[in-house]
């Protein structure tokens, strides 16, 4: 069984940055795709990047591309998503994921998931 736990968030103005961490345990998670998601208020959950454990290949959502920056350290077992220039828009519950074998963007390949951290930009 693969725990995840998130950290990092918090409130900052826009422009600003901020960088989340994800703390991986158990299980074989680096045999899997990390993840990390946001839920916004009254909307549904959403992708935003994603790095495979093993090769560092890297995605992002087109929302947060240029802004945001995935990345993993192997000899601490996290993985971090640095946040700049960040936008009233990126204000949203920030979930890390693993547990697809697939660089997947849909949410339902993804058995793993951390409790998620608040993000909140104001203007």
């Known amino acids: 069984q693969v725990q995840l736990v998130e950290s990092g968030g918090g409130l900052v103005q826009a422009g600003g940055s901020l960088r989340l961490s994800c703390a991986a345990s158990?299980?074989?998670?680096?045999?899997?795709?990390m993840a990390w998601f946001r839920r916004a208020p009254g909307k549904e959950r959403e992708f935003v990047s994603l790095?495979?454990?093993?090769?560092?290949?890297?995605a992002y959502a087109d929302s947060v591309k240029g802004r945001f920056t995935i990345s993993r350290d192997n000899a601490k077992n996290m993985v971090y998503l640095q946040m700049n220039s960040l936008k009233p828009e990126d204000t949203a519950v920030y979930y890390c994921?693993?547990?697809?074998?697939?660089?997947?963007?849909?949410?339902?390949?993804?058995?793993?998931w951390g409790q998620g951290t608040q993000v909140t930009v104001s203007s």
């Open positions: 790095i495979d454990w093993r090769a560092g290949s890297t």
């Open positions: 994921a693993a547990g697809s074998l697939i660089a997947s963007r849909s949410s339902v390949d993804y058995k793993y």
């Open positions: 158990g299980g074989t998670f680096r045999t899997y795709i």
